[in-house]
């Protein structure tokens, strides 16, 4: 899987924790909204924590990033 794939499942992963969506419903906005399919899904799902909470780190700096961006313009 690449790398922007685990970022952008990281990224649904975080927003579904905020929102306590089921397991259900983010394992399917998960496909929907990254394009991939079920066993995608669930390798990433399969992750050690400690690699997730890194891309969730990484997320999170990009997000940063971004809404600094916004703001200069």
Not at 17 to 37: G, L, P, R
Request: glycine fraction near 0%; aromatic fraction near 8%; charge should be negative.
């Amino acid at each position: 899987m690449q790398y922007i794939t685990k970022l952008k499942l990281a990224s649904v992963h975080q927003i579904c924790e905020v929102e306590e969506k089921s397991t259900e419903f983010m394992i399917q906005y998960m496909q929907d909204s990254c394009n991939v399919d079920l066993d995608c899904v669930m390798a990433y799902m399969n992750t050690p924590v400690e690699v997730k909470i890194k891309l969730f780190k990484e997320v999170n700096s990009l997000v940063e990033v971004m809404a600094h961006i916004e703001q200069t313009f």
